[in-house]
């Protein structure tokens, strides 16, 4: 079974646009159980955060699937900090857990995740990905 983390705005695009990509990852495939998805304490708490934020309320944040995805997610500690250089430093945990579990990182942002700085992590869009699966 393929292992993936998810970045937040894969999380956040599910549930603003259902049918949509990131919404197939989310519905058909990791919560159906064909893929595995991995979290850790941080990683969750920032879900939790961003899903709850004002903003989102009109969209019906939380979405009623959030605790469910948190419970199927295979849950390791918190990794060690990110060291190598990536332009947004506050994305580091989610290369550290994909590099620790052996996942492939899934995110609507490539450009926070530059090749020299993904220290060997398997980072795609989230069509890249549906089109692996």
């Known amino acids: 079974m393929r292992l993936v983390v998810l970045d937040t705005n894969v999380i956040v695009s599910a549930g603003i646009k259902p049918g949509s990509v990131p919404a197939r990852i989310v519905m058909d ?28 309320r009109r ?39 994909a590099q620790a579990a052996g996942a492939w990182l899934v995110t609507g942002n490539l450009k926070h995740f530059p090749e020299p700085g993904r220290g060997g992590v398997i980072v795609v869009s989230p069509a890249d990905y549906l089109a692996r699966l």
Request: proline share 13%; with cysteine.
């Open 29 to 56: 495939w990791a919560l159906d159980g064909q893929v595995q998805m991995v979290g850790c304490p941080r990683i969750v708490r920032e879900y939790r955060e961003v899903m709850n934020r004002d903003k989102f």
């Open 59 to 97: 969209y019906g944040f939380p979405p009623h699937w959030l605790d469910f995805l948190i419970e199927e997610c295979l849950q390791l500690q918190d990794p060690d900090p990110w060291t190598l250089p990536i332009p947004d430093p506050k994305e580091g945990p989610f290369l550290s857990l």
